[in-house]
């Protein structure tokens, strides 16, 4: 069952354009979701994160928004830059049997960013 | 800032090897973790410790086991390896409730 969905593999925008990521969840239990970028060979990074008690947070050209009532999350990246070209990961955080420190990541989304 | 260092970056390993992966963090961090990341299947939760001797079962458990013996450092055990753990590994900590965990750069591990 998986609770995190990141329904796109992939997306390819041309530098300076809006990149809209994607991410839905079903378990109404997550109040904390993060968003992580990855490039290959590399550990995945923190990008931005959100509580359930906001629906929007912006840092620089990232923003997340939040509908709790959809369900559903999206990463904002104005403008797109080349360097932003990545797998990108959702991920979301709840109390779980007392460990609510876990995080449920989704199954990521390669965002192409051509100059 | 958070340091999280992987003992390898590529591990070439044979059937029925036990493999140790070693995960160090220098933030005095309480949580860390072990990942697998599969194409298609993106990051999934192996095993967790949120304190030194503890550890709980992540989503895949299955055929790895942990050792927390000190709060900085953080192994996963493959008892006796097989083609299909062939995968990267990520080491994750994190600090207290904080839900934000930071990543070391991955061991590519390939069971041949």
């Known amino acids: 069952d998986q609770q995190v969905k990141q329904n796109s593999p992939s997306l390819s925008v041309q530098e300076g354009r809006i990149s809209i990521l994607n991410c839905d969840y079903t378990?109404?239990?997550?109040?904390?979701f993060l968003w992580y970028k990855k490039y290959p060979a590399e550990g995945p990074t923190f990008l931005i994160s959100i509580s359930s008690i906001k629906d929007k947070n912006e840092d620089g050209r990232f923003t997340v928004f939040l509908n709790k009532s959809a369900k559903h999350l999206s990463l904002h990246i104005v403008p797109s830059q080349p360097g932003d070209s990545a797998v990108y990961f959702c991920?979301?955080?709840?109390?779980?049997?007392?460990?609510?420190?876990?995080?449920?990541f989704g199954k990521g989304t390669l965002l192409t960013v051509n100059p | 800032d958070v340091k999280v260092t992987q003992s390898s970056r590529y591990l070439v390993k044979r059937t029925g090897e036990k493999v140790f992966l070693e995960c160090v963090q220098d933030?005095?961090?309480?949580?860390m973790f072990w990942y697998r990341q599969d194409p298609g299947l993106g990051l999934r939760l192996i095993y967790f410790?949120?304190?030194?001797?503890?550890?709980e079962k992540g989503d895949i458990p299955e055929g790895y086991s942990v050792s927390r013996e000190k709060k900085e450092r953080f192994s996963l055990i493959l008892e006796s390896a097989s083609t299909n753990q062939t995968s990267m590994y990520l080491c994750?900590?994190?600090?207290?409730?904080?839900?934000?965990?930071?990543f070391g750069p991955g061991t590519r591990l390939t069971v041949t």
């Open positions: 410790s949120y304190d030194v001797k503890m550890k």
């Open positions: 933030m005095d961090h309480e949580n």
């Open positions: 378990n109404s239990m997550f109040d904390y």
């Open positions: 991920a979301a955080s709840g109390k779980s049997g007392g460990s609510n420190y876990k995080l449920t």
């Open positions: 994750a900590s994190s600090f207290g409730t904080l839900r934000g965990q930071y």
